[in-house]
């Protein structure tokens, strides 16, 4: 079974800083890899997913994932955070080819200070 | 679009009691799913269906029932409620064809928060 680790629980930083939240994978086949957001009191949302192709992928609002095959990571990243980046941060993870269980990391809280 | 929707948002409980959070989706998703989401420990699967009449377990199923008697709807029942379900609960569909073709987000409700006193 898979299973992903995101080491960083609570990370706060002044707004312009640089982000990167760290995720690791456990798993012996391919992944499909995605990051969810989830502002307060709101629902998540998909920031980004790899399936195949550039490692490198971008998202919304400025988010962007680079998937580190030999280091079963996929770590978040984010040239200058806002106030309204503010949110809990999840790494998810599920088998390619027809895995039906997306298995999710414990979160990282992200405070974005003025 | 509905989308994904969760009804109540807010439920409290108190021991011994049941319930029923509902869930439904009108994109017309074969997958659907309930995790709950605890303070350090993210998101863990409760039960998932992929489509009408077909259950099964996720990874923390103890004290919650489903049934799957439509597309649209995935009720999860709670038997008997213990303090240690007080949690936020989130539905969740995929679409089924997406998923065999490796190839799908998961789209989710608003969440019911429960607590049991």
């Known amino acids: 079974a898979q299973s992903v680790s995101q080491h960083n629980h609570h990370v706060i930083l002044s707004e312009a800083a640089s982000l990167e939240l760290g995720c690791n994978y456990s798993?012996?086949?391919?992944?499909?890899l995605f990051w969810y957001v989830q502002y307060p009191g709101q629902h998540l949302q998909l920031l980004l997913k790899?399936?195949?192709?550039?490692?490198l992928v971008k998202g919304i609002k400025g988010f962007e994932a680079e998937f580190i095959k030999s280091k079963f990571s996929f770590n978040l990243r984010k040239p200058s955070v806002q106030w309204s980046d503010t949110a809990e941060y999840f790494c998810a993870v599920t088998p390619t080819g027809g895995g039906n269980k997306l298995t999710f990391g414990t979160g990282t809280q992200l405070k974005v200070e003025l | 679009n509905a989308g994904v929707t969760q009804t109540p948002k807010f439920q409290v409980l108190k021991t011994g009691q049941s319930m029923t959070l509902q869930c439904a989706q009108d994109?017309?998703?074969?997958?659907m799913s309930w995790y709950r989401q605890d303070p350090g420990m993210g998101l863990r699967l409760i039960h998932y269906s992929v489509g009408a009449g077909i259950t099964d377990q996720g990874e923390v199923p103890n004290g919650y029932n489903v049934s799957r008697s439509t597309t649209e709807d995935f009720p999860l029942r709670l038997l008997s409620a213990a303090p240690s379900q007080t949690s936020v609960y989130f539905c969740?569909?995929?679409?089924?064809?997406?998923?065999?073709?490796?190839?799908?987000?998961?789209?989710f409700g608003q969440g019911t928060r429960l607590t049991v006193v």
């Open positions: 790899y399936f195949s192709g550039d490692p």
């Open positions: 969740a569909s995929r679409p089924l064809a997406q998923i065999l073709a490796g190839d799908t987000e998961a789209f």
């Open positions: 798993y012996g086949g391919t992944v499909n």
């Open positions: 994109m017309n998703h074969e997958y």
